[in-house]
């Protein structure tokens, strides 16, 4: 499946999140945290969501229907999208400094300002903040 471009299936990652299992998710939860870095994680992303039969059929149909990964992966707002996020959760805009840390479980963040139009990334914990 390695023709699909990464942002692609780091958007697929995403959007298939809240229906892994929690260990699952804490995985792929991980590599797009390094992926937002700048770590290049989306082979171990399709490795990983290649081994359950069930998930890499949903992944593969996601990555199928052209359209849809690339705009979750490039808008926000977009009807019956969700931010999975938990109290002490920060995203941050991909374009720039802004971050918006979360309060409470299910809280959606705040868009930047300057770039309304980015899909916030989950920013990794502050190491010994
Ligand atoms: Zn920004």
């Known amino acids: 499946m390695s023709q699909y471009p990464p942002e692609k299936i780091y958007a697929a990652a995403r959007t298939l ?3 892994f299992a929690p260990t699952l998710r804490r995985q792929v939860e991980d590599l797009l945290a390094q992926a937002a870095r700048g770590v290049d ?8 969501l290649s081994r359950d039969e069930a998930t890499r059929r949903q992944l593969r149909d ?7 990964a690339y705009h979750l992966g ?7 999208e969700q931010y999975v996020t938990k109290a002490g959760d ?8 802004y971050r918006y840390p979360i309060g409470e479980e299910g809280e959606q963040p705040v868009p930047c300002k300057q770039h309304p139009k980015a899909r916030l990334e989950k920013a990794p914990p ?3 903040a």
């Open 90 to 97: 920060k995203f941050a805009c991909p374009h720039c400094d």
């Open 17 to 19: 999140l809240p229906v």
């Open 74 to 80: 490039e808008y926000s707002g977009l009807s019956g």
């Open 126 to 128: 502050e190491e010994g």
């Open 41 to 48: 994680t989306h082979l171990h992303l399709l490795d990983l």
């Open 62 to 68: 996601l990555l199928k229907s052209e359209d849809v």
